[in-house]
């Protein structure tokens, strides 16, 4: 696992325990090489970003029960696909960012000042 460091090197945060999210599952979202989605931005789901996922082939609100999952809801937190915010950025419809929770990985493909436009805990 890569270290568990946020967009601004310091101690990764939780994201969500409730749903518990996180390639790991482990509430963080932590990545390393076996996370080929990259799996390290905090997000708010929102209805619209929740709609524009399902738009473009990934039901996030649908529930998976083979697959353990419950399905998304307005106002969860989940450890988002950084490719998949930044097409939501890309198309008007990026949801709110947890910076402190944010991988430092996602860094890789977002722009941190466009995660800050989008951060609910910048002071």
């Known amino acids: 696992m890569d270290e568990s460091l946020n967009v601004f090197d310091e101690p990764l945060g939780d994201c969500s325990l409730n749903p518990l999210t996180g390639f790991y599952r482990?509430?963080?979202?932590?990545?390393?090489?076996?996370?080929?989605?990259?799996?390290?931005?905090?997000?708010?789901?929102?209805?619209?970003?929740?709609?524009?996922?399902?738009?473009?082939?990934?039901?996030?609100?649908?529930?998976?029960?083979?697959?353990?999952?419950?399905?998304?809801?307005?106002?969860?937190?989940?450890?988002?696909?950084?490719?998949?915010?930044?097409?939501?950025f890309e198309a008007d419809a990026a949801p709110k960012v947890l910076l402190s929770s944010t991988h430092r990985g996602a860094l890789q493909y977002c722009r941190l000042d466009d995660l800050k436009k989008f951060a609910v805990d910048l002071n």
């Not at 905090?42 to 419950?70: H, Q, R």
């Open 26 to 88: 482990n509430g963080c979202c932590d990545t390393s090489d076996e996370d080929g989605g990259s799996h390290t931005v905090c997000c708010i789901m929102t209805t619209e970003f929740l709609a524009f996922s399902k738009s473009v082939g990934n039901d996030l609100s649908s529930p998976s029960p083979e697959a353990g999952f419950d399905g998304l809801n307005p106002g969860d937190q989940w450890c988002l696909c950084a490719p998949r915010w930044q097409q939501a």
